[in-house]
């Protein structure tokens, strides 16, 4: 087997999650984030899509963790980002942060929107 490195250059991967927060790019985020290549910082949560929205033209998909289980994303939610043409992605917090990582490395457009996985 060939392991390879994996060199995400200046963009920002998830380095680790625990009960709360986040560690992007070398800092802790607490609460629902949003995590983008190119920046990461809070996020209103379900009820935000302006956030989201505004990266349209940006990214292809927003990759949705719903925390520390997969939960069906809101209607309204899901359909205002397609209507924006950016594609949503379900899964637990976990699997987004693995996902957003791996698709980082490969270079594609992509965002995460990641609801905190138990904690304060």
């Known amino acids: ?3 390879t490195e994996i060199s995400y250059g200046t963009a920002l991967p998830v380095e680790g999650y625990g009960p709360g927060f986040f560690r992007v790019g070398g800092h802790v ?5 949003l995590v983008t290549p190119w920046d990461a910082g809070p996020w209103g949560g379900l009820t935000d899509t302006d956030t989201p929205l505004a990266m349209a ?3 292809d998909v927003l990759l949705l963790g719903m925390g520390a289980e997969i939960a069906h994303a809101p209607r309204a939610f899901r359909e205002a980002l397609e209507a924006g043409g950016i ?3 379900v899964m637990s917090s976990p699997a987004a942060c693995r ?3 791996v698709l980082l490395g490969e270079g594609r457009r992509i965002a995460a929107a990641l609801l905190p996985v ?3």
């Open 118 to 120: 138990g904690g304060p």
């Open 57 to 59: 033209g940006k990214i």
């Open 29 to 33: 985020l607490r609460g629902a984030c």
């Open 87 to 89: 594609g949503v992605e």
């Open 1 to 3: 087997m060939r392991l």
């Open 99 to 101: 996902t957003y990582n």
